[in-house]
């Protein structure tokens, strides 16, 4: 799940100029649950997907990352363990920036603090929002919500069914048979890795 939304494109870009990135290889563990958050990272490319388990080894998607995001964020501004794993995807390449670099950033822009708060206030309202989806909502609104809550100001969703049906909780067979109803609906229009949509407001009566 990408919340970058209404950020201004390549604006964390400015992390990664300085260190170059590391490379990972797909299943790589970038970080553990309950391990300290020495730092966070930029993803320069691929997709990193991020999950919690319990003490039975059950495990539930929290989001799944693109090229250009932040993730690990939460931890290591609040300075407790990790609540969340994360693993690569797909091969990928990430910044760790620690808290000297955040310094360093954050003194020669300003504005990128500010960023970072509005930042951290999207994940906190993303997480509640997923909090809530774990309550057996239908299928369809998972969808209807993840799509609403992450379309862009063009209304169009980057994003796989692999994506939607990991962030959300269902199979992707469910996924494509919801997307098959909203685009038979003319609600949205499903493309190569991508769903545009077309009629917001009605989606949201989904909801």
């Not at 991020?50 to 964020?73: H, M, P």
């Amino acid at each position: 799940m990408n919340h970058e939304l209404d950020f201004p494109a390549g604006i964390w870009e400015a992390f990664a100029r300085s260190r170059p990135p590391v490379r990972c290889s797909v299943g790589y563990l970038i970080y553990l649950q309950n391990t300290e958050a020495t730092c966070f990272y930029f993803l320069k490319s691929g997709k990193v997907r991020s999950f919690i388990q319990s003490e039975d080894g059950a495990e539930r998607v929290l989001n799944v990352y693109s090229a250009g995001t932040l993730f690990g964020e939460a931890s290591f501004f609040d300075e407790l363990p990790r609540v969340s794993s994360a693993v690569a995807l797909t091969s990928c390449e990430i910044v760790p920036i620690d808290r000297e670099l955040v310094a360093q950033e954050f003194a020669k822009k300003p504005e990128l603090a500010l960023a970072m708060v509005k930042y951290l206030a999207r994940t906190v309202r993303l997480l509640s929002g997923q909090v809530d989806q774990m309550a057996f909502r239908p299928a369809r609104w998972r969808v209807a919500n993840y799509l609403l809550t992450l379309a862009g100001r063009d209304g169009v969703v980057s994003c796989t069914q692999e994506d939607i049906a990991a962030a959300v909780s269902v199979s992707r067979v469910t996924v494509s048979r919801v997307l098959g109803e909203f685009a038979q609906a003319g609600l949205v229009a499903p493309g190569y890795r991508t769903v545009s949509l077309l009629a917001p407001e009605r989606l949201k009566e989904i909801m």
